[in-house]
């Protein structure tokens, strides 16, 4: 996967964001970053019209994300301020200006 900031903003029609924004969603923690459960609700999620890949549990793989991370040396903490940098994200894709 390709890394570019301009992934995070749009994607083409049928492809997702990063799996990790479906992830920490899907994952159990996600009201702790004041965030729903709903792919819906995030412009940056919402847009594509895919919240789901066929195969694909983002709740599993949420938690091999987390343990993928400890496995680096990121301690809980570490974890939860990258994650809450991951829902900032999400919630600045649903900022309006008029």
Do not use: C, I, P
Not at 5 to 11: E, P
Not at 19 to 44: E, I, M, S
Not at 56 to 63: G, L, P, S, W
């Amino acid at each position: 996967y390709l890394l570019e900031k301009s992934r995070v903003t749009r994607q083409s029609s049928g492809e997702r964001n990063f799996h990790v924004f479906y992830q920490l969603l899907a994952g159990g923690d996600a009201a702790q970053y004041a965030l729903g459960a709903r792919t819906a609700d995030y412009h940056y999620l919402a847009q594509s019209g895919r919240d789901a890949v066929a195969g694909v549990n983002d709740a599993q793989e949420y938690r091999a994300t987390r343990k993928a991370m400890a496995t680096v040396g990121l301690d809980d903490g570490a974890q939860r301020d990258v994650f809450g940098m991951l829902a900032a994200v999400l919630h600045l894709g649903n900022v309006t200006f008029a």
